[in-house]
């Protein structure tokens, strides 16, 4: 997930933001905490997820994407993703689909349950959102796109409910048209526009570029989000500072280091690293997702589901691996619950805190990208979206 920075020397003086100057942002009468951002990503930023993301210091999170389609809102699956409970605002919820007057029904149908934000998604690659012309195949055709973009900003205001946008660069190298829709849905009423640093035709392949981010911030007036392969305080500062982006928006990176945020806000606040957690830490907070994981799935999907988030957790830990394997063999949450509770605090005896991942400059340690994990992204896409369209 290395991203393409220059290598500066170590010893040029970081740009730290003083705490007053780190972009402060607002979306319509929402004022958030800070611009460090949760990604929406199906299947992963759950509200249990999401919750406990903002509580380690995210600004923002929208919820995974909720389809338009009238006849899946009773399902299970989108009922749970309609689900706010308890969750501090402001409640954005993301919509994907391919008319304009079934996004308006969903923006109103959200909206109605508590939406305070709507979030369009134009940014999923995936075949099976792209073949019904939704997700990132929106920006290849930017007559309906704005089609889209007018009817859910309409019925959104009828509400007084702001409307953000989520995209790639363009579809392919030679059609980067980011800038044109992203000037179009301000001039309809858009409110923020996020521009994930790829285009549809990479997936996840190669690296994001952070150029055309920079050309969509330099034209608009309202906020810009820089998403795409930021997986460290020092490169949330070098795309802040490279693309002059309101916020930065993380989505991999949180997968199992919910932490993320607050090592970003941190850094961004001081320029200094903050310590990796307590191992005591990393176990309270896993403990408690794992309870409200349950609690909105329940007992036979909870535990599948919670798999997942598990080997994240302890993928860069001691025994990791070999804890993941064993864990898949387990169906019960008590089981579950015993089990990380036994390896964390086995791993306690040997360390109080887990390992550092970033150097003094707040860089990420050298890690192989792996094509791997390029294929695992797009499988996880894939696999959140089996039941949704
Ligand atoms: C498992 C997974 C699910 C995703 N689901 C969504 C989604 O529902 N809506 C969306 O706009 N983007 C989705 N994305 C894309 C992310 O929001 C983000 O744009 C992308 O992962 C790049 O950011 P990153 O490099 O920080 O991960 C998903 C990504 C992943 C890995």
């Known amino acids: 997930m290395a991203a393409r920075l220059p290598k500066t020397p170590c010893t040029r003086k970081p740009l730290v933001f003083p705490l007053a100057l780190i972009p402060r942002m607002q979306i319509g009468p929402f004022a958030l905490a800070n611009p460090v951002f949760v990604a929406p990503m199906a299947g992963v930023t759950d509200r249990p997820f999401r919750q406990l993301c903002k ?97 859910v900003v309409q019925a959104s205001a009828a509400h007084g ?14 059609h980067k048209n980011a800038l044109s829709i992203a000037l179009a849905a301000q001039n309809a009423g858009v409110a923020m526009v996020t521009v994930h640093g790829r285009t549809r035709e990479q997936g996840y392949r190669g690296q994001a570029e952070y150029e055309t981010i920079a050309a969509v911030k330099a034209a608009l007036r309202i906020p810009v989000v820089a998403n795409g392969d930021i997986n460290s305080p020092f490169q949330a500062r070098e795309v802040l500072r490279q693309t002059g982006a309101d916020a930065v928006m993380i989505g991999r990176a949180a997968q199992g280091r919910p932490w993320i945020f607050r090592e970003i806000t941190h850094f961004l606040e001081t320029g200094h690293v903050l310590a990796p957690p307590l ?82 400059d707040g860089r990420h340690l050298p890690e192989a990208v792996s094509h791997e994990e390029e294929t695992n992204s797009m499988k996880l896409v894939k696999m959140s979206l089996h039941h949704e369209q």
Request: proline fraction near 3%; include cysteine; glycine fraction near 8%.
């Open 55 to 151: 509580r380690l210091g995210a600004g923002y999170a929208v919820s995974e994407m909720v389809t338009s389609r009238r006849d899946l809102w009773d399902s299970l699956k989108t009922s749970r993703r309609a689900n706010h409970d308890g969750e501090p605002g402001p409640i954005a919820v993301q919509i994907a689909g391919t008319d304009a007057g079934m996004m308006a029904d969903a923006a109103r149908y959200n909206i109605d349950r508590g939406a305070q934000i709507i979030d369009i998604n134009m940014g999923c690659p995936a075949k099976k959102v792209c073949n019904k012309w939704a997700g990132s195949a929106l920006m290849q055709d930017e007559v309906l796109a704005l089609e889209i973009i007018d009817a």
């Open 279 to 360: 191992v005591q830490e990393v176990r309270r907070w896993l403990l408690a997702h794992l309870q409200d994981h349950y609690g909105l799935y329940g007992e036979y999907t909870g535990v599948r589901s919670a798999r997942k988030h598990i080997a994240w957790y302890l993928r860069s830990l001691p025994g990791g691996e070999e804890f993941r394997r064993r864990l898949n063999l387990l169906n019960d949450s008590a089981s579950q619950v015993q089990s990380v509770t036994d390896y964390l605090d086995q791993l306690n005896q040997s360390m109080d805190r887990i390992p550092a991942v970033y150097d003094a």
């Open 161 to 174: 409910v702001p409307v953000t946008l989520k995209m790639r660069t363009g579809w392919c190298q030679s």
